[in-house]
């Protein structure tokens, strides 16, 4: 299981997790640069349309594939940012509440 407290304490994870989206990124770039030069030197304008097609769903299917290597990863630690940047605010308004709570 993911350890979200340790990633956010520990560098290498988010290094990790990065490296594993430019990855991703870089070979959906090359799959569909791959497709397009293929459909044009066929020659077929008609090719190079139903390329692009294919370049797309290469597309879709790697970046599906981005967000199961390191979508976790990458999600997990956005939650737990955006977590450690509110919850001071959260414990604000809950003391703020309690203390119109006594007031009363």
Same mark, same amino acid.
Not at 9 to 37: C, H, N, P, Q
Not at 86 to 101: D, G, N, Q
């Given at each position: 299981? =993911?350890?979200? @407290?340790?990633?956010? &304490?520990?560098?290498?994870?988010?290094? @990790?997790? @990065?490296?594993?989206?430019?990855? /991703?990124?870089? #070979?959906?770039? %090359?799959?569909?640069? *791959? %497709?397009?030069?293929?459909?044009?030197?066929?020659? $077929?304008?008609? &090719?190079?349309?139903?390329?692009?097609?294919? !370049?797309? =769903? =290469?597309?879709?299917?790697?970046?599906?594939?981005?967000?199961?290597? /390191?979508? *976790? /990863?990458?999600?997990?630690? *956005?939650?737990?940012?955006?977590?450690?940047? =509110? /919850?001071? #605010?959260? !414990?604000?308004? $809950?003391?703020?509440?309690?203390?119109?709570?006594? @007031?009363?």
């Amino acid at each position: 299981m =993911f350890n979200t @407290k340790k990633a956010v &304490e520990d560098k290498s994870y988010r290094l @990790k997790a @990065k490296r594993r989206v430019d990855t /991703s990124i870089v #070979l959906s770039v %090359v799959g569909v640069v *791959f %497709v397009l030069i293929y459909s044009i030197l066929n020659g $077929k304008v008609d &090719e190079v349309l139903q390329g692009l097609k294919v !370049a797309g =769903f =290469f597309m879709v299917m790697l970046l599906g594939g981005l967000i199961a290597m /390191s979508g *976790f /990863s990458v999600v997990s630690l *956005f939650f737990d940012g955006i977590g450690k940047v =509110f /919850s001071p #605010l959260i !414990a604000k308004v $809950k003391s703020a509440a309690k203390r119109l709570r006594w @007031k009363k």
